[in-house]
């Protein structure tokens, strides 16, 4: 009876073992990032800039999502044209400009900065500086979590193409007087991350030095809590017998 409990105690061990193994193999997440412009010479408001990032390998595993994530760092200006001969007033004067990028299966993400509201006056046959604002660390982010995976996969280290718009389908808007028009102007510059979410391999890793091999957590775990049921039992046996006069 006593060896037929200590069986049942080892599988339920090992049946415990199992689950935390595949526990220690989950998900994992490959960062990829890719800058567009700098501070000292960002992408000016219009321009439209293609890009190469490297795809996820597939020999690492199989691929199970895929993220894209945008920080812009944006300098952006509302303008104020006076078309009359006289100085005119005007309020509310604001400029937004998108930023846009691009990747394949339809993954975007569009991060919008944003100058104003600005009031002031603007003087005849003039375009004015409204006000200017410096955005910094803009986010915004877009994800597919099934899809054509194949476009961002690869067997070796290639590089997949994606696409940075600045604008220059923004905003402009404001209240003045009649022939007083908004416009804007501005550029940006940030970084573009894509996240690639996989099932690693179940291949384990060769050892060539049996000196440098070391236990998975849930093979050591297990090895530990068999070890201690057994001394247990052990223990207990020990204490049945009874002791000799």
């Known amino acids: 009876m006593n060896e037929r409990r200590l069986i049942v105690r080892m599988g339920i061990v090992v049946a415990l073992a199992a689950l935390a193994n595949s526990a220690f193999a989950s998900l994992q997440v490959e960062e990829e990032t890719a800058t567009y412009g700098s501070s000292q010479s960002p992408l000016a408001i219009g321009s439209s800039l293609s890009l190469n990032i490297p ?5 690492n595993g199989t691929l199970t999502g895929v993220s894209i994530q945008l ?21 509310g004067a604001t400029a937004t400009m998108p930023v846009t990028v691009t990747a394949p299966d339809g993954l975007s993400t569009m991060a919008t900065g944003i100058a104003g509201p600005f009031e002031g006056n603007a003087n005849p046959y003039v375009l004015t500086v409204a006000g200017t604002k410096s955005a910094g660390a803009i986010t915004a982010e877009d994800s597919i979590n099934s899809g054509n995976f194949s ?7 290639d590089a997949g193409t994606f696409t940075v718009t600045v604008g220059p389908l ?3 808007f404001g209240s003045a007087g009649s ?5 804007g102007n501005g550029s940006s510059y940030g970084t573009v991350e894509f996240d690639y979410t996989y099932e690693p391999t179940d291949d384990p890793p ?7 091999a070391v236990p998975e957590p849930a093979t050591l775990c297990a090895g530990l809590a068999v070890t201690s049921i057994c001394g247990i ?4 046996r020990f204490r049945r017998v009874p002791a000799r006069a």
Do not use: C, H, M, W
């Open 170 to 172: 923004g905003s402009y």
């Open 151 to 157: 476009l961002f996969e690869t067997g070796g280290n």
């Open 233 to 236: 039992e052990l223990a207990r």
């Open 206 to 212: 060769k050892i060539t030095n049996d000196a440098d």
């Open 71 to 91: 920080s812009s760092y944006d300098t952006i200006s509302s303008l104020v044209f006076n078309a009359t001969p006289n100085i005119e007033g005007y309020t």
């Open 55 to 59: 795809q996820f390998n597939a020999e």
């Open 179 to 183: 022939f007083v028009f908004f416009g």
